[in-house]
C-alpha cells in the first residue's frame, strides 16, 4: 500500500473492559450503575468496553441498545462491541452499531503467546567453538513496587503480576493489577485487583479507607463511608459466591 494512501492500517493495543451484563432492561441497569459509579461522569475515563451478556439467564426479544450505550457513556464507559447475545439480539446489537464478537476473543491472543514453545538452544558442533549466546530475555516480573504517593487523578497498572504500595493511594487515585493488590499504607481511592479476571486475586491493606475495591470485575462502592467496625484498620479483600468479602488482618 502507497504511503500516501488515504487509508492504512496498523496493529495496535488497546486496553478494553470486558463488562459482564445479565440484563439488557434500561432501569435495572442505571440502578446498577448508579451504587456502582456514583453518577460520576468520568468514574471510567472513556474506557472502551465489551458487553458480555454469556452469563445472562433470560433475555428479552429485543432491547434499547441506544440507551444501553449512552447510558454506561454517563459513567465514561463507552462500548464498541457485544458477545455472548442470542442470534436476534446479536443481529439488533450489530444494526445499532455493536459488532458480535467471539467470547475468547480478548484474551485469544495473549494465550498463544504464553502458549507458545520455546526454541532449544543451538549447539555449535565439535571441535568447532560454539556461537555467541544471544542474551536471554529477562523474565516478567512477578511483584511491582510503587514506592511513591499516588495522587488524586493518577492511575498505576500492575499488568500480569501483583502490586506493592508502600505510600498512600489518596483519594481519587487508583491502583490496578492482574494479580494482588498490597498497600501498606493508607488506601483512600480505588483498588482493583484480578483486572485480567483473576477470582483468586486479593487485596490487602493497613488501612482501608477505600473509595472502591474490585476483583475480577466484582465492585463495592463506599459513598457513604467504610464501615466504621474496617475504617481505617488493617483488611483483606477477597471474593465470594455472592460478592466481596472484607475481613480484619491481624497484623503481627
Same mark, same amino acid.
Given at each position: 500500500m502507497a504511503k500516501d494512501s488515504p487509508i492504512q492500517f496498523k496493529?495496535?493495543?488497546?486496553?478494553?473492559?470486558?463488562?459482564?451484563l445479565r440484563t439488557t432492561d434500561h432501569a435495572a441497569l442505571h440502578q446498577a450503575l448508579t451504587e456502582?459509579?456514583?453518577?460520576?461522569p468520568d468514574f471510567f475515563e472513556n474506557e472502551l468496553a465489551v458487553l458480555d451478556f454469556s452469563q445472562a439467564q433470560a433475555l428479552p426479544e429485543s432491547a434499547d441498545w441506544a440507551g444501553i450505550v449512552n447510558l454506561l457513556r454517563q459513567s465514561g464507559l463507552n462500548a464498541v462491541a457485544t458477545c455472548g447475545l442470542p442470534d436476534d439480539l446479536a443481529t439488533s446489537a450489530a444494526a445499532a452499531g455493536l459488532p458480535v464478537v467471539g467470547i475468547d476473543a480478548l484474551g485469544r491472543q495473549r494465550a498463544k503467546i504464553e502458549e507458545a514453545p520455546k526454541a532449544p538452544p543451538v549447539v555449535a558442533p565439535e571441535p568447532a567453538p560454539p556461537p555467541l549466546a544471544a542474551a536471554a530475555p529477562e523474565p516478567a516480573p512477578r511483584t511491582i513496587i510503587l514506592d511513591k504517593p499516588l495522587r488524586s487523578g493518577q492511575r498505576f497498572y /500492575?499488568?500480569?503480576?501483583?502490586?506493592?504500595?508502600?505510600a498512600m493511594v489518596s483519594a481519587g487515585a487508583e491502583v490496578i493489577a492482574d494479580g494482588?493488590?498490597?498497600v501498606y499504607a493508607p488506601l483512600r481511592g480505588?483498588?482493583?485487583?484480578?483486572?485480567?479476571?483473576?477470582?483468586?486475586?486479593?487485596?490487602f491493606t493497613t488501612s482501608l479507607e477505600a473509595e472502591l475495591l474490585s476483583i475480577a470485575g466484582l465492585y463495592r462502592t463506599f459513598?457513604?463511608?467504610?464501615?466504621?467496625?474496617?475504617?481505617?484498620?488493617? /483488611?483483606?479483600?477477597?471474593?465470594?459466591?455472592?460478592?466481596?468479602?472484607?475481613?480484619?488482618l491481624a497484623l503481627r
Open positions: 496493529g495496535t493495543t488497546l486496553k478494553i473492559i470486558q463488562t459482564q456502582l459509579t456514583g453518577n460520576s /500492575a499488568k500480569g503480576c501483583d502490586l506493592i504500595v508502600t494482588n493488590i498490597h480505588r483498588a482493583l485487583a484480578g483486572a485480567s479476571g483473576d477470582k483468586a486475586a486479593r487485596i459513598e457513604a463511608g467504610v464501615p466504621a467496625e474496617l475504617l481505617r484498620q488493617p /483488611a483483606t479483600i477477597s471474593l465470594i459466591e455472592d460478592g466481596l468479602s472484607i475481613v480484619p
